[in-house]
Nanobody
Framework: QVQLVESGGGLLQTGDSLRLSCAASGRSFSSYRMGWFRQAPGKEREFVASISASGIFTRYADSVKGRFTISRDNAKNTVYLQMDSLKPEDTAVYYC????????????????WGQGTLVTVSP
């Protein structure tokens, strides 16, 4: 079992940048794909980005492609989400997750989840 703890959320304005971090402990971090998801008020949780165990392969939702960058540091057991050019529609609770071995963008294929960190973007 892995424990995931997100940090870095906050209140921002349109156009700002922010980096989220997710620290992992427990199950071998470097062996598994990691992902970021988000859930806006009244909406279902949705895929944002994922990164392979090696860090070589990444996937992004169309809504964040070109603005968000996922990365990982396996030596620090940490995955990051750099968010640039933030928009009000990016407002959500952001979760990191481990899994996605068969379906790297599918919520149901990620088995371990953090508690989430809130990102609020004002107009």
């Amino acid at each position: 079992q892995v424990q995931l703890v997100e940090s870095g959320g906050g209140l921002l304005q349109t156009g700002d940048s922010l980096r989220l971090s997710c620290a992992a402990s427990g199950r071998s971090f470097s062996s598994y794909r990691m992902g970021w998801f988000r859930q806006a008020p009244g909406k279902e949780r949705e895929f944002v980005a994922s990164i392979s165990a090696s860090g070589i392969f990444t996937r992004y939702a169309d809504s964040v492609k070109g603005r968000f960058t996922i990365s990982r540091d396996n030596a620090k057991n940490t995955v990051y989400l750099q968010m640039d050019s933030l928009k009000p529609e990016d407002t959500a609770v952001y979760y990191c997750a481990q899994g996605g071995e068969y379906y790297p963008t599918a919520t149901n294929d990620f088995v371990s989840w953090g508690q989430g960190t809130l990102v609020t973007v004002s107009p």
